[in-house]
Nanobody
Framework: QVQLVESGGGLVQPGGSLSLSCTASGSIFSIETMGWYRQAPGKKRELVAYTVSDNTPIYIDSVKGRFAVSRDNAKNTVYLQMNSLKPEDTAVYYC???????????????WGQGTQVTVSS
């Protein structure tokens, strides 16, 4: 069993900052990628940012220079620092994990429950 516990999010004014964190626990042997997706009302879920196995960060263009993703491997925790937030960043943010449960197991993915981020004046 794997569990993802997300924290952070909330309401912030445009131009403000928020931070999210997500901690994975359970039957995890290795993590391939760990990061964040988001889904706004009426829109498809989209990738926001993630870290690959060597902790290299990857971002979608719309958040480059404003968001920073990082991972603490010892804690199996991924963070998302969101600065200069815009109303269009409003969405439910989901933590995503791509992992294996043993050396012989295939990679599989797992989703957090989501946390609301609202950017509004």
């Amino acid at each position: 069993q794997v569990q993802l516990v997300e924290s952070g999010g909330g309401l912030v004014q445009p131009g403000g900052s928020l931070s999210l964190s997500c901690t994975a626990s359970g039957s995890i042997f290795s993590i391939e990628t760990m990061g964040w997706y988001r889904q706004a009302p009426g829109k498809k879920r989209e990738l926001v940012a993630y870290t690959v196995s060597d902790n290299t960060p990857i971002y979608i263009d719309s958040v480059k220079g404003r968001f920073a993703v990082s991972r603490d491997n010892a804690k199996n925790t991924v963070y998302l620092q969101m600065n200069s937030l815009k109303p269009e960043d409003t969405a439910v943010y989901y933590c995503h994990l791509f992992y294996s449960s043993s050396a012989a197991s295939p990679l599989r993915d797992f989703w957090g429950q989501g946390t609301q981020v609202t950017v509004s004046s």
